[in-house]
C-alpha cells in the first residue's frame, strides 16, 4: 500500500501529465506548447492545467470530447521504421508526423520542459537522505540502483543518488564528461558538490539545430560547460547512451546509467547502474595492452568512444589509456549508428551480446526450461509478427548458451510496467510519460502483448516506483539462478539493437546506446544466485541483486500496456488526477 501523507501538501499542485525535459529560460512555459511531438505538446498543455477527478458535468462533457478525439485504436502511422524510435522515455520521444499530411506542420526541433511534473511537484528528500560517509556498497558485482524519494529507509541503503556518485567521497574531480539523452544543465550543475561545481565538464549529446541551440542557452551562465555532438546520420537515431567519465586526483571512473540528468529521473523512478572500481594510474613507461581486463573492458571502451570521431573525446582517449581498468569483470555491449558487415557486425548491439555468449557462457542441462527476460521502458516498432524480429534473430541472441548447436526455445517474458502499475504509482499517470509506448505502435503488434508482465518490485521496496532502468537476463527454471545479467540503455526497438537486412549479410544501427554485460565466468563462478533480500545492502557477499521480483508476474485479463497518448479519466491517480493527453 502507498503511503501518500508525506505527498499531501503538493497533491493540489500536481499536474497531471509530463514530459522528461529541456527549460527554455527565456520565455514562458507556454512557449513550449508552440513546438514540439504531440506528445510534448499534449503534455506541455496538461501540465499547465491538471484535470482532477472529479464528476463535475462540464469536467465531465469536456472530458468525454477529448477521450473520443483521442482514443480508439483505429489511428494509422507512418513506415514501420517510424516507430523504432519510440525507444526512450518520452523526452526521448521522436518528431511525428500528423495523422493528415494536408496539415503538415514545418518539422520542429522537441521542445523540453526542466521536468515532467513542474516544479510545484517535488517534495525536498529528508536531511539524512544523501550519503555522508561511503555508504555499504556490494563490491562484487558494482550494480546498484537509484534512490528513491519517499521509500522506507533500507531500501535506500546502498542505492545511490547522482549527489552521492559526484560526491568527495568517491575521489576528488578534477574533470568529468556527461553522456546522455536528455539535459537539465542548471539542475546537473547543482548535483556537484559546491569544491567541485566549476570543473570542467563536457557533455556529449545528439540534439540538432533548435535544440542545440537551446541545449547551449542552458549552458551560457556555466563557463566551465563545453560540447560534443554525436553523430546521427541514420533516421530516428539517438544518443541514448547514459555514461559519466569521472577524473579523479586519485584515478579514473566509469558509470554506466540508465538516467537522463534531470531530476524526474533521480526522483521516483526505478533506475539502475554500473559503477567501476576506482582505475589507477598507470606506470609512466608502461605498454599499450598494459591494464587491460580479463573481459578487455579497456579495448572495448576505447573502441566505443573512437566511434564518435569526436575530436572533444581524443584527450579523455589518451587518459583512459593511462590508467589500470584491470579490476572490471563486466563486458561492455554498446550500439553505434551505422550499417556494418563482415565481423563488423558483431561489434555492436545484438549480434555483439550473441557473441559475447556464445564465446563465454556454457550450455546448462534442461536450459529450454531456463526463461529469457527482458525488461525496459519503451517498445519499438517489431513487425507484423513475432517472427520479423523478436522471435528471430533477437530471440536467438537472447537464448545463446555457449557453443551448443541447441537452439531451444525457452519462454520470454517481457515486463513493462501496466496501466493499473503508473496509476498507482509514487508519480501517479505522470510517471507514464516515461514510458512512451505509442497507440499507433501498440494497435500494429497486437500479438506481442501475450508477453507482457508487470512491474512488481516488494523485493527491492519498488513496485511503485516505475521502471525507467532497462535490464535483460536469462534465469533458471526455479528463478534462484542466472546465466547471466545486462544493464543497458536499450529499450526494446530494433533501433537500439540493430536489425540484420540483406538476407542477414548487414546489421543496421541507428542510435548510440551502452550497457555492461555480466558473466558468471568473470566471476569464477557457474551461474549467479539472485539474491531474494537485496536491502539493506551489506559489503559482504550475496546474491545478484535483480531490480525487480521473480518469477515475472503475467498480466491479468484485465491488465492493459500503458500506452501514452490515450486518456485515463475512469479512476484517479495516487495525486488524484487523471490523464487527458489533448
Not at 470530447?65 to 526512450?88: H, P, Y
Request: contains cysteine; positive net charge; proline residues 9%.
Amino acid at each position: 500500500p502507498l503511503n501518500m501523507s508525506s505527498h499531501s501538501s503538493y497533491r493540489s499542485a500536481t499536474p497531471s501529465p509530463p514530459v522528461e525535459v529541456k527549460p527554455e529560460p527565456a520565455k514562458p512555459p507556454v512557449s513550449s506548447l508552440a513546438v514540439g511531438s504531440e506528445a510534448r505538446q499534449s503534455a506541455a498543455k496538461n501540465q499547465l492545467n491538471p484535470v482532477k477527478y472529479e464528476t463535475s458535468p462540464s469536467l465531465a462533457g469536456k472530458r468525454k470530447k477529448v477521450a473520443s478525439d483521442s482514443t480508439g485504436w483505429a489511428l494509422s502511422d507512418s513506415d514501420e521504421d517510424d516507430g523504432e524510435v519510440k525507444g526512450k522515455s518520452l523526452s526521448d520521444l521522436p518528431k511525428k508526423a500528423p495523422p493528415n499530411p494536408k496539415t503538415k506542420k514545418p518539422k520542429v526541433e522537441s521542445e523540453r520542459p526542466p521536468s515532467p511534473h513542474g516544479r510545484l511537484y517535488y517534495i525536498d528528500e529528508p536531511d539524512d537522505f544523501f550519503e555522508s560517509r561511503l555508504p555499504p556498497l556490494n563490491d562484487t558485482y558494482r550494480f546498484y540502483l537509484n534512490k528513491v524519494t519517499g521509500l522506507e529507509k533500507k531500501y535506500n541503503n546502498g542505492a545511490l543518488h547522482i549527489r552521492d556518485i559526484l560526491s568527495p567521497l568517491f575521489g576528488t574531480l578534477k574533470e568529468s564528461v556527461q553522456f546522455n539523452y536528455c539535459f537539465d544543465i542548471a539542475w546537473m550543475v547543482k548535483q556537484y558538490p559546491s569544491e567541485f561545481r566549476d570543473r570542467p565538464v563536457l557533455i556529449v549529446h545528439g540534439d540538432k539545430r533548435e535544440a542545440k541551440a537551446r541545449l547551449i542557452q542552458q549552458a551560457q551562465p556555466f563557463p566551465h560547460v563545453r560540447f560534443c555532438q554525436a553523430k546521427l546520420d541514420i533516421a530516428f537515431g539517438t544518443h541514448h547512451t547514459k555514461m559519466m567519465l569521472l577524473w579523479y586526483e586519485e584515478g579514473f571512473r566509469v558509470i554506466i546509467l540508465t538516467s537522463n540528468l534531470i531530476r524526474a529521473d533521480w526522483y521516483q523512478k526505478t533506475q539502475g547502474m554500473w559503477m567501476s572500481p576506482l582505475f589507477p594510474r598507470l606506470p609512466k613507461e608502461s605498454s599499450a595492452s598494459a591494464g587491460e581486463s580479463p573481459t578487455f573492458f579497456k579495448r572495448d571502451l576505447l573502441e566505443y568512444l573512437a566511434s564518435y570521431r569526436a575530436p572533444e573525446l581524443e584527450e579523455w582517449i589518451q587518459r583512459i589509456k593511462e590508467h589500470d581498468l584491470s579490476e572490471t569483470r563486466v563486458y561492455l555491449v554498446g550500439s553505434t549508428p551505422g550499417r556494418y558487415v563482415g565481423s563488423d557486425m558483431e561489434r555492436w548491439g545484438h549480434l555483439r551480446l550473441r557473441k559475447l555468449l556464445y564465446e563465454h557462457t556454457n550450455p546448462i542441462p534442461g536450459e529450454e526450461r531456463w526463461p529469457v527476460i527482458g525488461q525496459f521502458s519503451s517498445i519499438g516498432s517489431m513487425g507484423l509478427d513475432k517472427s520479423k524480429w523478436l522471435a528471430g534473430e533477437f530471440q536467438r541472441t537472447l537464448t545463446t548458451l555457449g557453443k551448443s548447436s541447441l537452439r531451444p526455445d525457452p519462454p520470454m517474458h517481457l515486463l513493462y510496467p501496466s496501466v493499473e502499475n503508473v496509476r498507482t504509482s509514487l508519480e501517479g499517470y505522470p510517471a507514464g510519460g516515461s514510458l512512451p509506448y505509442s497507440i499507433q505502435t501498440a494497435q500494429k503488434q497486437l500479438w506481442l502483448h501475450s508477453y507482457f508482465h508487470r512491474w512488481k518490485a516488494e523485493a527491492t521496496g519498488r513496485s511503485h516506483a516505475m521502471p525507467h532502468i532497462k535490464t535483460y537476463m536469462r534465469a533458471s527454471q526455479d528463478y534462484s539462478q542466472l546465466a547471466w545479467f545486462l544493464v543497458t540503455s536499450a529499450n526494446l526497438s530494433k533501433a537500439a539493437w540493430g536489425a540484420l537486412e540483406k538476407n542477414n549479410t548487414q546489421m543496421m544501427v541507428r542510435s548510440y546506446e551502452l550497457g555492461v554485460l555480466y558473466l558468471p565466468s568473470a566471476f569464477g563462478m557457474k551461474t549467479f544466485s539472485v539474491d531474494k533480500n537485496p536491502f539493506p545492502v551489506s559489503a559482504s557477499f550475496s546474491g545478484f541483486p535483480v531490480p525487480f521480483d521473480l518469477p515475472p508476474t503475467s498480466y491479468t485479463t484485465k491488465d492493459q500496456p500503458w500506452i501514452w497518448n490515450i486518456p485515463y479519466s475512469q479512476a484517479p491517480d495516487t495525486h488524484g488526477n487523471i490523464w487527458v493527453p489533448s
